[in-house]
């Protein structure tokens, strides 16, 4: 068989074991591999590179994707050339099967082009996020919070020393599963996700009650995705809530600083580490989950089980329909989240 491989969307580590993954395991069937480079960026001008037993076999501790990446959609508005152009290619490639690496975004087209255009395709899920639905977790997501629970692991040490409180913002547009993973793993004293209401008062007077009983420092974790009533990001506004802060000078982690700060009157700072945690070699977990379901999705081409997404459930890898796994995010339980500011709040 000829199979076309390709990794769409923000990069994360995680990736390159999965190909190597999947490559070993169709090189095992006798299959031609070829990627395409950029995402569906590649699929629509045809560029490609050979995935050979020699362009795999030293990659499961690179970051990154070898492939590359791109945010192209051949479905998003207006792109219908593109969407032409990859039905073209992959008629031109001869490609008996194609496997997608992607989040949401990329494996809504893999379920598109198998749904409404019969291309048999597989799905991977991949996002250092972790809000992929019908998988536990996602390769990418345990690398990207150790690098964030080192960050703050490192803040701390200087919090410590200047009795400062530090708010980190860590990435997660939808969910704040690295956020609050990062933030329990690393004792913060209050978390920020965007599926829970922020509480700006409770937070300050918890950072309050820590200085009053001699705990001078504190640390602060907030998703990028939280938002304030009545204002976005990028917004330039003034908010309410906020009093002065503009959420268009400054993201949501610098505006909740100086927010603490004007509320505390505590010396705080801020840190957004961005695409810091996106980078690095992947964690012995991220290997294993990135070469276990790589294999299970050459497993899947070769029973031809299409428009599906392999999907790690407990310890099983599964196969789900990918348009079961793009309905909707995979979000952080209130009761989690209770939990966790319940049981660490003193
Ligand atoms: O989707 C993964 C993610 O890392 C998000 O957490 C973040 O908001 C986004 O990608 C950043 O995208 P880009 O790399 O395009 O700036």
Redesign the pocket.
Known sequence: MKIGMLTG??DCPGLNPAIRGAVLRLLDYGDEVIGFTQGWKGLVEGNTEPLTLERVEGIIDQGGTILRSS?TNPFAPGKEAQLEAVLANIKKFELDALVALG?EDTLGVASKLYTLHNVPTVGVPK???NDLDKTDYTFGFDSAASVALDSIDRLRDTAKSHDRVIVVEV???HAGWMALWSGVAGAADWVLLPEVAVDIEAMCEQLKKNYARGKTWGIVVVS?GVEIPGAQKGDNVELDAFGHHQLGDVGIGPAIAKEIEKRTGFPTRDVVLG?TV?GGSPTLFDRILGTRVGIHAAELVHKGDFGKMVALQGTEILAVPIQEAVKQWKLVPQDLYDTFVTTFNK
């Open positions: 969307g923000g945010r989040g996002t250092m996020d990435m997660g547009r990028e695409h996106r």
